[in-house]
């Protein structure tokens, strides 16, 4: 970035973890909006059932509106219908509950409309709780475009703790990708003179750093592990609010796991499919793999085509086209489709494949 462009770093401005805090987010609105205000939450069919009537019932006491839209879907069209309806509607404030599919069509609704978007997860799947990103389907490529970031992030430690494991494991492995999304930034800016922000990637280490020195917390699915967990996942997020793109969180890891999500029959969740992406990497960028495989072994998470439920014709074909899935993005994976006997031998040699 040259000096004296012009660089704007939106943040949140309240960020509240604790237990219980799911039956205190109309204060927390209120606090923020002040009263009266027509707030639309955006969930999931499940979701809508587990945890709608609290937020619904806590938005009502500080004397808000609230109506729910469910969306089944990450679409493009869902989310630009969303934000048609928050006009419509005379909404004031787009909240995101649930998972990433919620978050990202509240978030990128938000961004159409103009709204204030609060993030209020009910998984720590992934860092897009925090992020001014949103993946959506109907794109002609599966990746991460610019949303609103959010406003405010109201995340119940006793909702993310009840959620199915897997999910949250997921997160993990979605933060140990920074490893190697840090080193693949560097070499951008180094080869491509990409603008490189420190901080913003020391913040994205320090995510994934964190979550590394406290594993045993995590896979033993403690209170301090799922604190420790969402911390992390919230850190990456602003990373990428400061650098001002998916850069400090997002590499070659990224780009595995996003083509894997094209090709494959039965994707599997993105922070799974990012894990295992960070260990193929991780070898290319020659840091220690085998550590990182043994991480997310012990977290319980998928470290193998098998495990993750994909094929290994699918692992080799996603890595075979990761470059070209961003080929504005240089990563340690180049430019070019890998040779699919390339991609298998590399998939191979760090065990993500049998052969």
Same mark, same amino acid.
């Given at each position: 970035?040259?000096?004296?462009?012009?660089?704007?770093?939106?943040?949140?401005?309240?960020?509240?973890?604790?237990? @219980?805090?799911?039956?205190?987010? @109309?204060?927390?609105?209120?606090?923020?909006? %002040?009263?009266?205000? &027509?707030?639309? *939450?955006? =969930? @999931?069919?499940?979701?809508? #059932?587990?945890?709608?009537?609290?937020?619904?019932?806590?938005? +009502?006491?500080?004397?808000?509106?609230?109506? *729910?839209?469910?969306?089944?879907?990450?679409?493009? #069209?869902?989310?630009?219908?969303?934000?048609?309806?928050?006009?419509?509607?005379?909404?004031?404030?787009?909240?995101?509950?649930?998972?990433?599919?919620?978050?990202?069509?509240?978030?990128? /609704?938000?961004?159409?409309?103009?709204?204030?978007?609060?993030?209020?997860?009910?998984?720590?799947?992934?860092?897009?709780?925090?992020?001014?990103?949103?993946?959506?389907?109907?794109?002609?490529? !599966?990746?991460?475009?610019?949303?609103?970031?959010?406003?405010?992030?109201?995340?119940?430690?006793?909702?993310?703790?009840?959620?199915?494991?897997?999910? #949250?494991?997921?997160?993990?492995?979605?933060?140990?990708?920074?490893? =190697?999304?840090v080193r693949d930034w560097k070499l951008a800016s180094m080869i491509k003179g990409e603008y490189y922000g420190e901080y913003a990637a020391s913040l994205a280490l320090m995510s994934a750093?964190? *979550?590394?020195?406290?594993?045993?917390?995590? /896979?033993?699915?403690?209170?301090? &592990?799922?604190?420790?967990?969402?911390? /992390?996942?919230?850190?990456? @997020?602003?990373?990428?609010?400061?650098? &001002?793109?998916?850069?400090?969180?997002? %590499?070659? +890891?990224?780009?595995?796991?996003?083509?894997?999500?094209?090709? /494959?029959? #039965?994707? !599997?969740?993105?922070?799974?499919?990012?894990?295992?992406?960070?260990?193929?990497?991780?070898?290319?960028?020659?840091?220690?793999?085998?550590?990182?495989?043994?991480?997310?072994?012990?977290?319980?998470?998928?470290?193998?085509?098998? $495990?993750?439920?994909?094929?290994? $014709? +699918?692992?080799?074909?996603?890595?075979?086209?990761?470059?070209?899935?961003?080929? $504005?993005?240089? =990563?340690?994976?180049?430019?070019?489709?890998?040779?699919?006997?390339?991609?298998?031998?590399?998939?191979?040699?760090?065990?993500?494949?049998?052969?």
């Open positions: 970035m040259a000096f004296g462009s012009t660089h704007l770093i939106d943040l949140p401005r309240r960020i509240v973890v604790g237990r @219980g805090v799911l039956n205190r987010v @109309g204060e927390h609105l209120s606090s923020l909006y %002040g009263i009266g205000k &027509g707030v639309l *939450v955006v =969930t @999931g069919p499940n979701i809508v #059932n587990l945890y709608y009537k609290i937020v619904r019932d806590s938005l +009502e006491e500080s004397d808000f509106n609230a109506w *729910v839209t469910v969306v089944r879907e990450p679409d493009i #069209n869902i989310a630009l219908k969303v934000a048609e309806e928050s006009k419509i509607d005379r909404v004031d404030v787009i909240i995101g509950l649930g998972g990433g599919k919620s978050i990202d069509v509240a978030k990128y /609704a938000s961004k159409v409309s103009d709204k204030p978007f609060v993030s209020v997860p009910t998984v720590a799947s992934h860092d897009g709780i925090t992020s001014p990103y949103a993946s959506l389907r109907g794109f002609d490529k !599966p990746i991460s475009r610019p949303a609103k970031p959010p406003d405010a992030i109201v995340v119940d430690a006793d909702v993310i703790a009840s959620a199915p494991r897997r999910y #949250n494991v997921a997160g993990f492995g979605d933060l140990i990708g920074k490893f =190697t999304a750093r964190h *979550v590394s020195t406290y594993y045993k917390e995590i /896979a033993a699915g403690s209170e301090e &592990g799922y604190r420790i967990l969402l911390e /992390a996942l919230v850190s990456s @997020g602003v990373s990428m609010c400061i650098a &001002g793109s998916t850069r400090p969180a997002s %590499g070659s +890891e990224h780009l595995f796991a996003h083509a894997l999500t094209m090709i /494959a029959r #039965n994707p !599997p969740l993105h922070g799974e499919a990012v894990g295992v992406g960070t260990i193929i990497m991780a070898s290319l960028h020659r840091l220690n793999w085998r550590w990182i495989r043994k991480l997310l072994k012990t977290v319980g998470a998928p470290v193998t085509a098998r $495990e993750l439920g994909v094929s290994d $014709e +699918e692992v080799v074909r996603a890595l075979s086209i990761a470059p070209t899935i961003r080929p $504005e993005r240089y =990563t340690i994976l180049g430019e070019k489709q890998i040779e699919y006997n390339v991609a298998y031998k590399l998939a191979r040699s760090v065990g993500v494949i049998e052969g």
